[in-house]
């Protein structure tokens, strides 16, 4: 990676919180910058087109993969979600800890183009406790529900790929324990160069 920032995968099933939890994160750090994802689903109720997510459609996406403007793309639910390259390399240019919080698929992918990148993924307390989390979302079918946990399922055999695993049981816990592994990657970097 150029620059002295560093970049951080995050993946986790819906539902078990990674928007929540680096939104604290970002309260309390201001060196961390999360990578915007495109996507060429429909933004959901608050959703801020270049916020939250930049929101295309199919023919812009498919531009994008054309020009090599994507670091990875995926489907999930028959819609395009991918990691524009030119913000995460401005980022971690500038010294910036860059967050992309993707799916397993476009994880394993851009851990094979930054081998040095910090994997997290996120994980909920029980099945049961990530279940009741997608259903208080109260925006979705019951139908999209049963289709994300089976998604879930699948996702949670990966863990074990990551380099760290955290529990999503208390915000604060959960928050502390990113934050630590966070301190603990910069320092190792920082002794690698001081060396």
């Known amino acids: 990676m150029n620059g002295n920032g560093m970049l951080v995968v995050v993946s986790a099933p819906s539902g078990c919180g990674k928007d929540t939890v680096f939104k604290e994160i970002r309260k ?22 270049g916020v939250n997510y930049y929101f295309l459609s199919d023919d812009e996406f498919k531009k994008l993969i054309e020009k090599d403007g994507l670091l990875e793309y995926a489907v999930y639910n028959n819609c395009y979600y991918g990691t524009p390259v030119e913000g995460v390399n401005e980022a971690i240019k500038n010294g910036k800890i860059c967050v992309l919080i993707i799916d397993v698929q476009g994880a394993e992918n851009v851990k094979k183009l930054y081998p040095d990148s910090v994997s997290i993924f996120l994980v909920p307390p029980s099945w049961e406790t990530l279940e009741q989390r997608l259903r208080a979302r109260n925006s979705e079918a019951e139908e ?22 955290v529990v999503n049981d208390n915000l604060d816990d959960c928050v502390n324990d990113i934050e630590k592994i966070l301190c603990e990657e910069l320092k190792k970097r920082n002794n690698i160069k001081n060396a």
């Open 28 to 49: 309390k750090r201001d060196d961390i910058v999360e990578s915007v994802s495109a996507t060429t689903r429909k933004p959901r109720d608050g959703e801020i087109d």
């Open 144 to 165: 999209m529900i049963q289709k994300r946990l089976k998604i879930a399922k699948s996702e949670l055999l990966c863990q074990d790929k990551y380099d760290y695993k």
